[in-house]
């Protein structure tokens, strides 16, 4: 199968053309803007791998229109940082045209092609005050549901499932998102295209890009490890807001079923998360911190920022149900992997941070 990757150069989008080459899986090749601080390195890294790189911006149709054809597409390829377009790095206007034009002229690149289209989404699509209104208590310096929580629908102790609440505020970047799924089921419904959404949690590995509104958990590590100033944000300065974390190696079986079926009846959208079991707050992961590079001060900071969450822990269960899915690697291999590769690589977080 012929695959092309948007976003082949960032953290995600060349993990996956890395595994899917190593196994033989299939002929991948990518399309990137290159604007990311680290790109450089992955495009390097990419090629001397054999797998091919346009330079290209999908925000611009002709780019597309010079690809050859496929049989599916990876749409890896956004800005995904929550505060996009409110953090005065880019505006507003950048937000929706990085996620949601770029999406859809990749559909159109679909369409034209009678390719699959697999979007890789997000977590922040659901609602921001919905999540909020959640009753949470700490354990073990991290939040978690209380016992006796009333739950609303699509929430348990296993997570935020698909039917979720995605009423607004989601953040711009969310909203995008959100929009991208929707344009994306329409046009599978209108053009008779494959159309997959996996919407994923935090994604973390060795070789993330360092910047904290993009990648927490490996930012921490590596600036942990290099005793660079920390704080926590909100949540009382407390650092007891949660997240579940996931190996986006631990998609390629998920997506190498769905590429590879053709039944039309399937659910087309599906949480895919670390979960429960990998869950961890800020001030567990500087537990963990201390315990393997040392001790280091973080900062309290109360002030609330926008769209801040207090708990986010995808429930995957119709992931599991439909295609016999869960993650492969555990939470503490996850993050050892991660410091292994911050102690090799002591000035990846100022050469690939932006």
């Given amino acids: 199968m012929r695959v092309l990757i948007t976003?082949?150069?960032?953290?995600?989008?060349?993990?996956?053309?890395?595994?899917?080459?190593e196994a033989g899986r299939h002929t991948v090749f990518g399309i990137d803007n290159l604007s990311r601080a680290g790109s450089h390195v992955n495009r390097k890294a990419l090629r001397e791998s054999g797998i091919e790189v346009f330079h290209g911006d999908i925000r611009c149709p002709a780019d597309l229109e010079a690809l050859p054809k496929v049989d599916y597409v990876v749409d890896a390829a956004a800005n995904p940082s929550v505060l996009a377009g409110v953090d005065g790095r880019i505006s507003s206007r950048q937000i929706a045209e990085n996620n949601l034009v770029g999406t859809l002229n990749t559909l159109e690149f679909c369409k034209k092609h009678g390719a699959g289209i697999v979007l890789l989404s997000s977590s922040r699509v659901y609602s921001i005050e919905a999540l909020r209104k959640l009753d949470l208590e700490p354990i073990d310096n991290a939040?978690?549901?209380?016992?006796?929580?009333?739950?609303?629908?699509?929430a348990s102790c296993a997570g935020i499932a698909e039917d979720f609440s995605t009423a607004a505020p989601v953040s711009l970047y969310g909203a995008t998102k959100l929009a991208s799924e929707l344009l994306a089921l329409?046009?599978?419904?209108?053009?008779?295209?494959?159309?997959?959404i996996n919407r994923c949690g935090i994604l973390a590995g060795a070789r993330q890009f360092g910047h904290a509104g993009q990648g927490v958990v490996s930012y921490w590590i590596h600036a942990w490890a290099r005793t660079q100033p920390l704080?926590?944000?909100?949540?009382?300065?407390k650092g007891h807001q949660t997240r579940d974390v996931l190996?986006?190696?631990?998609?390629?079986?998920?997506?190498?079923?769905?590429?590879?079926?053709?039944d039309k009846a399937c659910d087309r959208i599906f949480n895919v998360g670390g979960g429960v079991d990998n869950a961890i707050s800020l001030n567990s992961l500087s537990a963990w911190c201390r315990e393997r590079f040392g001790p280091h001060d973080v900062a309290a900071d109360?002030?609330?920022r926008p769209y801040d969450i207090p708990w986010m822990v995808l429930d995957s269960a119709r992931a599991r149900q439909a295609w016999n899915w869960k993650p492969q690697k555990g939470l503490h291999m996850i993050l050892e992997e991660i410091a292994d590769f911050a102690e090799r690589n002591p000035q990846w977080i100022e050469h690939c941070g932006d």
């Avoid at 939040?143 to 699509?154: E, I, S, Y």
């Fill in 231 to 237: 704080r926590y944000l909100g949540a009382n300065g």
């Fill in 7 to 21: 976003g082949i150069c960032g953290f995600v989008g060349s993990t996956l053309a890395q595994a899917w080459v």
């Fill in 143 to 154: 939040l978690a549901p209380r016992a006796d929580c009333r739950f609303p629908k699509g």
């Fill in 302 to 304: 109360t002030s609330d």
């Fill in 186 to 196: 329409e046009y599978g419904e209108a053009f008779e295209i494959p159309v997959w």
């Fill in 247 to 262: 190996d986006p190696v631990d998609l390629l079986p998920l997506l190498d079923q769905q590429m590879d079926t053709s």
